[in-house]
Nanobody, 126 residues
């Protein structure tokens, strides 16, 4: 299933944004869900992962302490709270499932190419 990210926008450095991830009205897959981003002219960067049943979360060093991922299976949503935003956080942000695992083994995984959905753009001005 393709997950849809929303909630991006333009924010000043030091500000906050809260991104949301849904399965377009469907139940979230019983899989770990990760957040990735892609800045202009750069590859996709894994940021965090949250488990489906254990709720454990993991973060890349680049966002640890600033970003927090949460998951509400009953409501079918995953959120990424982003605080203390920096210009280098400017990117398109995506949420995506890990087909191979229900829970995370660290913050990074390799998603299936078929699972990439629409991202949301975040722009942080200096």
């Amino acid at each position: 299933v393709q997950l849809q990210a929303s909630g991006g926008g333009l924010v000043q450095a030091g500000g906050s944004l809260r991104l949301s991830c849904t399965a377009s009205g469907l139940t979230l897959p019983d899989r770990a869900i990760g957040w990735f981003r892609q800045a202009p002219d750069k590859g996709r960067e894994p940021l965090s992962c949250i488990g489906a049943s254990d709720g454990k979360s993991y973060y890349a060093d680049s966002v640890k302490g600033r970003f927090t991922v949460s998951r509400d299976n009953a409501k079918g949503t995953v959120h990424l709270q982003m605080n203390s935003l920096r210009p280098e956080d400017t990117a398109d942000y995506f949420c995506i499932q890990d087909r191979a695992r229900a829970n995370c083994e660290g913050y990074a995984f390799i998603p299936s190419m078929d699972d990439w959905g629409q991202g949301t753009q975040v722009t942080v001005s200096s």
